[in-house]
């Protein structure tokens, strides 16, 4: 049970990073990015790419992978949803899911759909308690935890976390006052890509490399964000944590196979009764 | 050659029933469904399933349309009243719930294998080959049927009123008009012209399995409705024939780029239908062919006769 916890800590770990950035995107850009899926993904190949085929240490690569989602992302910010920007936010989302089948297939093109593994050394895993943690989650940890302190002292303490809340919470104003809004769009991007590619990076090292890795975590990413309240980063970590420690127990009575459509489950729960989440707004009514 | 292009046909006509079937919620309700190709494959799995176990293709057909217009409709019960961002999502779990399923319970769906030989309808008064010809024309009669129908709903004023609600919910309200009811009816029809064209669809293959209903399914149909006009039905044949053109044409990278293998080709014919589907949006949003709209043509309002 106590193990069950830990595991469903650290699974509830992997689906807040991108949980933050789904709601930071959705807060400053106003649409639900359904591309979020797929950035896991490709982060965890460009961890791949850093590990495997330049032959570079797991945790350079990570912190790689990271860097270059981010331009990637904003790349996709300017190509994509810069131009269709004068849109509504439906034929964004449509763009969104344009973009996922995009990097999916990109992916696909490339690395095909075999499952690979990053070069880690085998190390033993800490016994404690008889609680087992091993050497790969201990760094889902620090590194998950050293991220939300990132984005949450980016938040509270600098002038482009200022800038990024105001975006957010009324854009007119924020532009009146004379805010850089496609300066604060690129960092969003840049943020959401960092934090998408940490999540598929730590997932490729603790179990595989495969192009349905993104797909896999979609619902539950999702689900995680609804909980917390759509546009608030803290509630996502705080909906990631309980989604992964749901997950983790519901395989204590269904089979594993099942682990997303307990999100769902979670999901459409959350939208019969509490529609804003936990920590949302009650604005969110059209 | 031909039973090639008899193929090829008939995957058009039904990729254009379930573009339909989008082009209800999406175009006109403004109701965005991510998860069409679950639905889909609900219509696909319920029909096969009933005419395997012996009831007849025609009332396995109807049984599928009904299971999934419910489903459609409870589904949007749930989120109809959330901007649209939330139906998104939930159709979208929606659609990995029932993938799961699929895959999982192969007491019901036979999992990653699928079910075989599910038995054709009227399959024994046509020979083999001229049968390809006869489902092809009655796929065609069928879409012409819907299509028929969905423009009556359309120019009828529940089709005015659903316009409004996409538009202007409040609007909509304020004139009196029941905005849950009008969404949820919507949603339903369009579920049940999925839940047709994946009878269709299990039929004409005569073997369904998981794979044939990925998310690219979902992908198509949208392309489908984007190219010939969100709102329109019009461009629908046009639109599916296109992204058939697209998935087709591009074999011949194949033979371009010879040192691709099988997968790889794959990837990159669907890559360019996903930069065709952006490039659609940026650039030609509106499609080839506009949407209805009540209009009263200058002519006969110049010839009236005028009233003394």
Redesign the interface.
Known sequence: MAQALLNGFIGGLLIALPAIALSLS?GVLN??N?SIGALITTGAYFAYFYNVDLGLHVLVSVALAGLSLSIVAILIGRL?YQ??GE?D???L???S???A??LE??I??IY??DVRTLDIAVARPIIWNGLRLNNEQLIIIVVSLAAFAVVAFTLKKTALGRAMRAVSDNPPLAEARGLNRGRIVNWTWAISGLLAALAGALVAMDATVEPLIG?NY??SV??AT?VGG?GSPLGAVVGGLLIGLVEELSTLTF?T??R??V??LV??LM??LR?HGMFGQAK??? | MTAYFISILTFVVLSAVLALALNVQ?GQA?M?N?GLAGFFSIGAYAAAILAVSGINPIISTLAAIVLTAVLSALVAL??V??????L???T???A??VR??L??ETWLTGGPNGIREIPRPFAGIFDPATYEVAFLGASLVIFAVVYLLLERIIRSPFGRALRTVRED?VVAATLGKDVLALRVKAFAIGGAVAGLAGALHAFYLSYIDPTQFA??V??YA?MAV?VGGRGSNRGLLIGASTVMVLLEGTRFLKELLPFM?A??S???R??L???A??LL??FR?GGISQEYRLAVRTRDVESAPAKS
Do not use: C
């Open positions: 959705y649409f639900a359904f994509v131009p269709l849109a936010h439906i034929t989302l449509v763009g899911m344009g973009v089948f995009v297939n990109t696909r093109l095909g759909a797909t979609l619902i999702f689900a609804i759509i089979p196979t099942y997303q459509g999100s769902f999901l459409v939208l019969f529609p969110i009514k059209r | 999406w403004g965005i991510f749930g989120s009243r959330l901007r649209e961002d939330y998104a999502i939930s979208l779990g929606f990995e719930a799961l399923i895959l999982n919910e998310s690219f979902t992908v949208f984007v293998n997968q790889q794959a990837a990159l669907l890559l239908v996903g930069v589907l952006i949006l940026i949003p």
